[in-house]
């Protein structure tokens, strides 16, 4: 049976500081040192990334950014790209994100070149997929999450490159940010339409070894029960990943 060892991520988007940054990350290092259950990561905004990378130096923290551009290098003022995440530390980068769709206009076309890049580059992408709340109360769930994932992952797709190490983070929109949780139901019953999905368009082992991470207000409270059901392989936390006691406790899930 394919094991699919559970990733904690934490997208610190545009919060936290070096000396914040510093006591945070010391308090997750020691949080970790004696449960290595699952996988931990932390993606802090750009400028952060080469300090947390010193600070977390033989610790198994991972390290991702939150965004990337899609070309390797040129006139692109303001933007950072791959190569230079990677130069960084990052072996992640998190696409798509719902901020990035919806205040940055981002499209799901955009977001496919930044996934084959990243994969090119062997940076991991953690890409995010999620339906808005006009689009759950329409019945349009399943249909919003396809297109966004036979657009997003369509150069994975021509490729024939299943790339395994592909992570998904389904990330209902109306659950971000606003203290609603999916049902852990809610979010299996997606989750498992994912796989369906990675199955038919890759194969089907590449479907039983992706990682599908839930977020959407993940929080101590609801992190085990979330984490009970079989297709969530982790969570990808936004606001209760800057507080290091709630963040291990997360971690330390079960
Ligand atoms: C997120 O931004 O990816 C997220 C899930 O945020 P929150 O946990 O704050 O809802």
Redesign the pocket.
């Known amino acids: 049976m394919i094991e699919r060892k559970p990733l904690i991520a934490g997208?610190w988007?545009m919060n936290m500081n070096v000396n914040d940054s510093t006591e945070l990350i010391n308090i997750i290092a020691n949080g970790i040192v004696d449960y290595d259950r699952v996988d931990v990561l932390v993606a802090p905004p750009f400028t952060l990334i080469p300090h947390v990378k010193q600070l977390i130096g033989n610790s198994r923290i991972l390290l991702g950014a939150q965004n990337m551009h899609s070309e390797i290098s040129g006139a692109y003022t303001g933007e950072i790209s791959g190569p230079m995440i990677k130069e960084s530390g990052c072996s992640h980068v998190i696409l798509g994100?719902?901020?990035r769709r919806s205040l940055f206009k981002e499209t799901s076309y955009e977001i496919n070149l930044k996934v084959s890049v990243a994969v090119k580059l062997g940076i991991i992408p953690i890409l995010?997929v999620g339906e808005s709340l006009d689009q759950r109360e329409a019945g349009q769930t399943f249909e919003a999450l396809k297109d966004q994932l036979d657009v997003s992952l369509k150069n994975l797709r021509d490729m024939k490159n299943p790339d395994i190490s592909t992570i998904i983070?389904y990330?209902p929109v109306w659950?971000?940010?606003?203290g609603k949780t999916a049902a852990p139901e809610q979010a299996e019953e997606v989750h498992q339409f994912i796989r369906k999905w990675i199955e038919k368009n890759f194969d089907s082992v590449t479907a039983r070894q992706v990682r599908i991470l839930y977020?959407?207000?993940?929080k101590p409270g609801n992190v085990s029960e979330l984490m009970s059901k079989p297709d969530i392989d982790g969570v990808?936390?936004?606001?209760?990943?800057l507080k290091g006691d709630t963040f291990v406790q997360i971690i330390r899930y079960s």
Not at 175 to 178: E, L, N, Q
């Open positions: 997208n988007k994100h719902s901020e995010c983070a990330e659950a971000i940010g606003t977020g959407g207000s993940v990808l936390v936004g606001g209760a990943s």
